[in-house]
């Protein structure tokens, strides 16, 4: 069964405190892995998509890795607008009906203090 | 602009009642997807559908029924047999090509029992 465990469940950094979120997986092959930010009350947004081990994107002051068994968000110089919950997902490299279904994580709570 | 829409974002059932959860896209995409969300819980795929008059059941279809009548829209009904609605659900679509192209969300619809 496919699994994705996220570390810390919630994370209290000062502003310009930079840190890492963890995601570990557990998947019969990955077709792909997603991050997504979710703020209170509203749908989750996407951030990046990984899909092989070494890979890495940026964005501002996000970056996402990926190894064959984890992956981590990494915050540099946070802002107070980067308080979310921030979550992971895996899809797969099955077929049939395992198509489309991702297995999200629990989240990690982030706040970020002034 | 395009995006999903879904309504209403606050909804009451009453006992014995079944509720329908409005999703519209303007993406074009093939695929689209309903999940439940629970505090402290990752999301959870109720349902799925990748093409127009065709959908699967996810992990916990029990209590719930779709209908993929046109491309853009994929209503929601929660069932008086759903013993435990109270969630906030979120509809999802994505290109499809296997799943390894990110789902983009609605900004949710909250139900909570009367």
């Known amino acids: 069964e496919d699994q994705v465990t996220q570390s810390p469940e919630a994370l209290r950094l000062q502003e310009g405190e930079s840190s890492s979120l963890n995601c570990s997986y557990t998947v019969s092959g990955l077709r792909g892995l997603f991050w997504y930010r979710q703020d209170p009350g509203k749908g989750p947004e996407f951030l990046f998509t990984?899909?092989?081990a070494g890979e890495e994107k940026e964005k501002e002051r996000l970056k996402a890795t990926l190894t064959k068994k984890e992956s981590f968000l990494h915050i540099t110089a946070p802002k107070p607008e980067d308080s979310a919950t921030y979550l992971c997902a895996v899809h797969p490299n099955a077929g049939g009906t395992s198509y489309g279904k991702l297995t999200f994580g629990q989240g990690t709570i982030l706040t970020v203090h002034p | 602009d395009g995006g999903i829409t879904q309504s209403p974002k606050y909804l009451f059932r009453k006992e014995g009642q079944n509720v329908t959860l409005s999703c519209e896209q303007n993406l074009n995409h093939d695929a689209m997807y309903w999940y439940r969300q629970d505090p402290g819980q990752g999301l959870r795929l109720i349902y799925y559908s990748q093409i127009v008059n065709d959908f699967q059941k996810g992990d916990i279809a029990e209590g719930y029924s779709v209908s993929r009548e046109k491309k853009e829209s994929f209503p929601l009904t929660v069932t008086s047999a759903q013993k435990n609605p109270t969630a906030f659900y979120l509809c999802?679509?994505?290109?499809?090509?296997?799943?390894?192209?990110?789902?983009?969300f609605g900004d949710g619809t909250r139900l909570s029992i009367l």
């Open positions: 999802a679509s994505s290109t499809w090509t296997g799943g390894d192209q990110p789902q983009h």
């Open positions: 990984l899909y092989s």
